[in-house]
């Protein structure tokens, strides 16, 4: 009995177990949604996982041309031409420049002869402090002879001394010479300037900055780059011409310089340019050879059009040296015009009128600093202005 007992329970449990499986089946197979239902909302969408080789969407290789093309196929954007400072800004900062770097000349001449007592060694000393800034033996004597006359007469008081110092300096540096730059051509033909000097002068930066000045006052300009000699040179002077749109004519270093010069007229001619701007080599005036290759240049830029200006770049600072230099080239061609670089670093500003003197042509241009258009034209009263601070 006892046994029957344990197989009827044996039998009813596992009924039981059996009919609660059949109900837990059915209630997972309610739950489980459809494929695409909202169960997805609960939980980070499950993103299949793309096939190792598949290439990428038409969104992700999407490339700006700039990036697929090799660097050299991509064009560069022309650089923005400079706009060169006008003339009459020039002379503001000429007066400005020439007042901190001149007026110890014009501050020590003015200590002397505001003297109670000017008697023969103030004179004395009025004569070695024009000697030192460069002015020359024969005009400082002129110059100390017309202040002794007029101060015995009109009396020295500081005020007297000044008006009159200013008068006499400003009457020694001639503002009556004809300071223009003869940069236009007769007959439709272009003026035609021919820049000379020695190496260091700051012959070729010089030339640019003359073209920017012509440039800015509406000029069409073409530069001459005859000093093959030093390929720094050629294109020192094609940076220049770049800066402000000014075409640059340059042949293979060491070649004639006297053709490349001929060519640069040859295409102002052509082109109809105002101005064609040519720069040399710069000449030691004890080589004969290289002098005589100078008048060669000359001559034949001459067969195409006359050459309207001869522009000698001194170094202000060389003093005497710098005189020799403005004899030789003088006697070599027609120097119509002298341009003075490095003014603003040197005291001695006498050189004005020291070379005045010799070469009987005046000061045009004078350079005073090393910006692009730290050259300006030269005005006696603002030179003499600046002397005496």
């Known amino acids: 009995m006892g046994d029957w007992l344990y197989l009827i329970i044996g039998i009813a449990v596992v009924g039981v177990l059996t009919l609660v499986g059949l109900i837990t089946s059915a209630g997972r197979r309610r739950r489980t949604p459809p494929s695409g239902g909202t169960d997805l909302i609960e939980r980070p969408a499950e993103t299949p996982t793309a096939p190792p080789e598949a290439p990428p969407t038409e969104v992700d290789v999407q490339t700006p041309v700039e990036q697929t093309l090799p660097a050299e196929a991509v064009p560069e954007a022309p650089p923005a031409l400079e706009q060169p400072e006008s003339t009459a800004s020039r002379l503001v900062r000429l007066r400005q420049r020439l007042s901190r770097s001149q007026g110890t000349l014009g501050r020590g001449l003015l200590a002397l002869l505001s003297r109670d007592r000017l008697d023969e060694d103030t004179w004395e000393s009025i004569e070695d402090t024009l000697l030192t800034a460069d002015i020359g033996v024969a005009p400082t004597q002129q110059l100390v002879d017309r202040l002794r006359t007029r101060l015995r007469v009109e009396g020295n008081t500081a005020t007297d001394a000044r008006e009159v110092l200013r008068e006499e300096l400003i009457a020694l540096v001639d503002p009556d010479m004809d300071r223009r730059l003869r940069v236009s051509g007769d007959d439709g033909k272009p003026g035609v300037v021919l820049v000379v000097g020695v190496n260091g002068a700051g012959k070729t930066t010089t030339v640019g900055k003359i073209a920017r000045i012509l440039v800015a006052e509406d000029r069409s300009v073409t530069l001459g780059a005859a000093d093959t000699f030093r390929a720094a040179a050629v294109d020192q002077l094609a940076t220049w011409g770049e800066r402000v749109g000014v075409e640059v004519v340059r042949g293979p270093e060491g070649s004639d310089p006297a053709s490349v010069a001929f060519e640069a007229v040859k295409q102002g001619v052509e082109h109809g340019v105002d101005t064609v701007l040519v720069d040399t080599a710069g000449r030691l005036q004890n080589k004969a050879g290289l002098m005589d ?97």
């Open 293 to 389: 290759e100078l008048g060669k240049v000359k001559r034949v830029i001459e067969k195409q059009a006359p050459v309207t200006e001869v522009l000698l770049v001194l170094d202000a600072t060389t003093g005497q040296n710098g005189m020799i230099q403005a004899r030789v080239f003088s006697e070599i061609v027609d120097v119509t015009g002298i341009v003075l670089t490095k003014l603003d670093g040197s005291a001695k500003g006498g050189i004005v009128v020291a070379v005045q003197r010799e070469l009987g042509v005046p000061v045009k241009l004078v350079g005073l600093g090393e910006g692009a258009d730290d050259l300006a034209p030269f005005d006696s009263g603002a030179f003499v202005d600046a002397l005496l601070g």
